[in-house]
């Protein structure tokens, strides 16, 4: 069954740097999307792109979050200036409808 | 603003019975109903959906109910297997906004005892 990659697995940055977390979405979705789980609680909505455009984001995903999808295959999502409260596991999904298919996710840890 | 909630942070089950687990939703919007399961360092998984239109789908072990009245759907597993323990997510969306992402539940920690 075809999955969605995502690496590194787990990420350790200090406060104020910037990270990429990479995302190899199913090849022939359509709709690409970040998620995150803080520690013990919900798994929240971050951004939905398609058609090489950002189509949804929450309040959460401000100035510092950006996403792209470089080369047709790649799907990323950086945080420009890390701070302690990003800490969390963020998980890429992707789908052709409601169903997503979700990956393994990144343990993003700022200190 | 909890649109998606799990009342139940746990459940306990003796392997061989019914497992059910329960979520409410506020927003009447909602129109497609999806059940996760995730296992720890996991991405969640997905289990079964179903459409507002229909208010029962089942695979295999899994049925999921839906109450469109009282805004309520439930998992139902049965039989439960130690297999099963994990965390489930209720997880909502609306079909008719084009771009569908999901809001979660916070989930209900399953655990099935031999």
């Known amino acids: 069954e075809p999955e969605v990659t995502q690496t590194p697995s787990h990420q350790v940055t200090q406060m104020g740097q910037e990270v990429i977390l990479r995302c190899v979405p199913i090849?022939?979705?359509?709709?690409f999307y970040w998620y995150r789980q803080i520690l013990g609680q919900k798994v929240e909505f971050l951004v939905s792109?398609?058609?090489?455009?950002?189509?949804?984001k929450s309040e959460i995903f401000d100035d510092q979050f950006s996403v792209e999808r470089p080369d047709g295959s790649n799907f990323t999502l950086k945080i420009r200036s890390t701070k302690l409260e990003d800490s969390a596991m963020y998980f890429c999904a992707s789908s052709l409808g409601q169903k997503h298919t979700f990956g393994s996710g990144t343990r993003l840890t700022v200190v | 603003d909890q649109q998606v909630k799990q009342n139940s942070p746990s459940l306990s089950v003796q392997e061989g019975r019914i497992s059910i687990l329960n979520c409410d939703y506020t927003n009447s919007m909602f129109d497609y109903f999806l059940w996760y399961k995730k296992y720890p360092a996991e991405g969640p998984t997905f289990l079964i959906s179903?459409?507002?239109?229909?208010d029962k789908n089942e695979d295999g072990r899994f049925t999921v109910f839906l109450n469109k009245s009282a805004k309520h759907l439930s998992l139902h597993i049965v039989p439960s297997q130690p297999g099963d323990s994990a965390v489930y997510f209720c997880?909502?969306?609306?079909?008719?906004?084009?771009?569908?992402?999901?809001?979660f539940g916070t989930g209900t920690r399953l655990l099935v005892s031999p």
């Open positions: 090849s022939n979705h359509l709709y």
């Open positions: 179903i459409s507002s239109i229909k």
């Open positions: 997880a909502a969306s609306e079909q008719n906004t084009g771009f569908q992402k999901l809001v």
């Open positions: 792109f398609y058609n090489n455009e950002i189509s949804e």
